[in-house]
């Protein structure tokens, strides 16, 4: 039998397929996108008025936005072996950055203005990105400390740029950020799925990608490889604070209001969760950011679940931790191995006289 037939073989095919790391992932979000259209039979529908698409299905893409964004910044520091705790802080300062701008100035909803006010917020971000790569890579400080620096101080500093208070503008271009159509698309499903694509572009068909798992595979052995393991780390740290920045923008932006106590809050937990789900491991090397699509939608789903089944909402925690316990474990290579090391059924034994 040559490769070809091998590889049509419906027993090889089913084998590939339930080793794969997104099964699990992928039936969690089937089951419960079916659970919640038994609930609601209105759930699965999708509408188009004027031109734009609505529906359960397109508010769980809108939803899903802001931690794949999160998750996308988050998996590359995971892949060199670090994290990042400050992205949640990070989205708050931001926000609270760029409402301050449009509340100070003459007319918020002039096109320069809100420019003006994303590209500060982003640039804050960038700010933030760099100072964490610094603690990390200058001064070695370990990357769980180094960030929780800012994950504690930063809704701080949110809190002085907001001067205690929830800054709310009227700025109808950036409300569009966040609740606007393309082309009958959101724009945050436009916005995550564009900066998914550069993002995969660049690790997959630039050096960027080689360079992230070599570094955390062994950092000492890709520096003796000649592989700059500060630079990447550096870069990386940037990356996360540049996406955080713009989750949070494009997290408040529906709202106009920057609540320095609340937004982005516990966001760096789901941004791990989504990482996780996506069949990334914490201790770097590989990772995929192809699981982070399926990861920020069952995470979507699994608050939305919440609702659609009227629990209470202080069980969403709950339920999260019981989907991630029980896709990672389904998922675990130690239960993999387990089921392939399932001895044959042996046969029964055929009676001579039936095989003379």
Same mark, same amino acid.
């Given at each position: ?55 359960? $299905?397109?508010? #769980? ?9 999160? *998750? !996308? +910044?988050?998996?590359?520091? =995971? /892949? @060199? ?42 640039? $804050?971000?960038? #700010? ?9 890579? *200058? !001064? +070695?400080?370990?990357?769980? =400390? /180094? @960030? ?209």
């Amino acid at each position: 039998m040559n490769a070809s037939a091998r590889g049509t073989n419906p027993v090889t095919l089913f084998q590939r397929v339930s080793q794969h790391g997104l099964l699990w992932p992928v039936l969690a979000l089937v089951v419960l996108l079916l659970a919640c259209g038994l609930k609601s039979p209105g759930f699965l529908d999708v509408a188009t008025r004027d031109g734009n698409l609505y529906g359960q $299905l397109v508010d #769980l893409l809108r939803n899903s936005a802001t931690p794949l964004l999160l *998750a !996308l +910044g988050m998996c590359l520091v =995971i /892949a @060199t072996g670090g994290i990042d705790l400050s992205v949640g802080a990070v989205m708050a300062i931001s926000l609270a950055v760029s409402l301050t701008h449009l509340d100070g100035v003459a007319d918020p909803s002039a096109p320069g203005a809100v420019a003006t006010a994303v590209v500060t917020g982003l640039a $804050l971000g960038v #700010l933030i990105g760099a100072f964490n790569g610094f603690m990390v890579t *200058a !001064l +070695g400080i370990q990357p769980f =400390i /180094a @960030t929780m620096i800012l994950m504690v101080a930063g809704r701080g500093i949110a809190m002085l740029i907001t001067k205690g208070q929830i800054t709310t503008v009227t700025s109808p271009p950036f409300k569009a950020i966040g609740s606007g159509f393309v082309l009958g698309v959101p724009v945050p499903v436009v916005v995550a799925g564009a900066v998914f694509v550069l993002l995969a572009l660049a690790v997959r068909r630039t050096a960027l990608g080689m360079f992230l798992e070599a570094v955390g595979t062994n950092r000492e052995a890709s520096r003796l490889a000649g592989v700059g393991a500060r630079s990447t780390t550096w870069v990386v740290y940037v990356l996360a604070g540049l996406l955080a920045a713009l989750a949070g923008i494009v997290y408040g932006a529906p709202t106009m209001a920057a609540d320095a106590n609340n937004i982005g809050l516990l966001k760096e937990l789901d941004a791990i969760m989504v990482v996780v789900l996506g069949g990334t491991r914490l201790d770097g090397g590989r990772f995929h950011l192809g699981g982070l699509v399926v990861g920020a939608l069952l995470l979507s789903t699994l608050e939305r679940a919440v609702i659609v089944f009227e629990l209470p909402s202080q069980t969403t925690p709950l339920f999260k931790a019981l989907v991630l316990i029980a896709v990672c474990v389904a998922a675990s290579p130690a239960l993999r191995s387990l089921v392939r090391a399932r001895p044959p059924r042996a046969r029964r034994p055929v009676p001579v006289e039936v095989a003379a």
